[in-house]
T-cell receptor, first 117, second 110 residues
Framework: ETGVTQTPRHLVMGMTNKKSLKCEQHLGHNAMYWYKQSAKKPLELMFVYSLEERVENNSVPSRFSPECPNSSHLFLHLHTLQPEDSALYLC????????????????FGPGTRLTVL | DAKTTQPTSMDCAEGRAANLPCNHSTISGNEYVYWYRQIHSQGPQYIIHGLKNNETNEMASLIITEDRKSSTLILPHATLRDTAVYYC???????????FGQGTTLQVKP
């Protein structure tokens, strides 16, 4: 248990569906992240939220829409996805220090395995 | 952020030390070396990090060469549960991002 939970753990959806992935951290952290891990590819950073503000958006298609309502919760809203979006979606959290971001000691959740048909 | 080079895969006998090398010849002065691992079907797990001094924690030791161009992660007594992909990442601590490469797949064998 890392203190970061993700639901659902598995999701199968059609290309016309709308679904949401949820992440919750119980560590008191103030920064949260979404990563994508496709088969046989390295993890790719998608979004970063710090103090509930989005500070990073790595050219992610608009069919992925993140939401961070508070420092403990992070959502990834999905709509009109493509089969190539099938991947493991990982959430992580870390603590921003008073002297700046501390992106690098991150705690990851178990991921949501997404399959788009 | 500096790029790293790691062997694709390594084997280690259970109970022996696992020494995982990483080259980061273009590392700059304010970049740290981080190690994470990812056990199959789980999220990555932070292991250790360092700047220039050797570091040790309950999981592993990190040995960084004096010129900081390479490092070695040491798991002193590998167990079967240490079988995972190990990622060496070089990044600025304050503003850098974690750029994951392909990592080293460590197989611990009985």
């Amino acid at each position: 248990e890392t203190g970061v939970t993700q639901t659902p753990r598995h999701l199968v959806m059609g290309m016309t569906n709308k679904k949401s992935l949820k992440c919750e951290q119980h560590l008191g952290h103030n920064a949260m992240y979404w990563y994508k891990q496709s088969a046989k590819k390295p993890l790719e950073l998608m979004f970063v939220y710090s103090l509930e503000e989005r500070v990073e958006n790595n050219s992610v298609p608009s069919r992925f829409s993140p939401e961070c309502p508070n420092s403990s919760h992070l959502f990834l809203h999905l709509h009109t996805l493509q089969p190539e979006d099938s991947a493991l979606y990982l959430c992580a959290s870390s603590q921003e220090t008073p002297v700046g971001f501390s992106y690098n000691e991150q705690f990851f959740g178990p991921g949501t395995r997404l399959t788009v048909l | 952020d500096a790029k790293t080079t790691q062997p694709t895969s390594m084997d280690c006998a259970e109970g022996r030390a696992a020494n995982l090398p990483c080259n980061h010849s273009t590392i700059s002065g304010n970049e740290y070396v981080y190690w994470y691992r990812q056990i199959h079907s789980q999220g990555p797990q932070y292991i250790i990090h360092g700047l220039k001094n050797n570091e040790t924690n309950e999981m592993a030791s990190l040995i960084i060469t004096e010129d900081r161009k390479s490092s070695t992660l040491i798991l002193p007594h590998a167990t079967l549960r240490d079988t995972a992909v190990y990622y060496c990442i070089v990044s600025q601590r304050r503003s850098g991002k974690l750029i994951f490469g392909q990592g080293t797949t460590l197989q611990v064998k009985p």
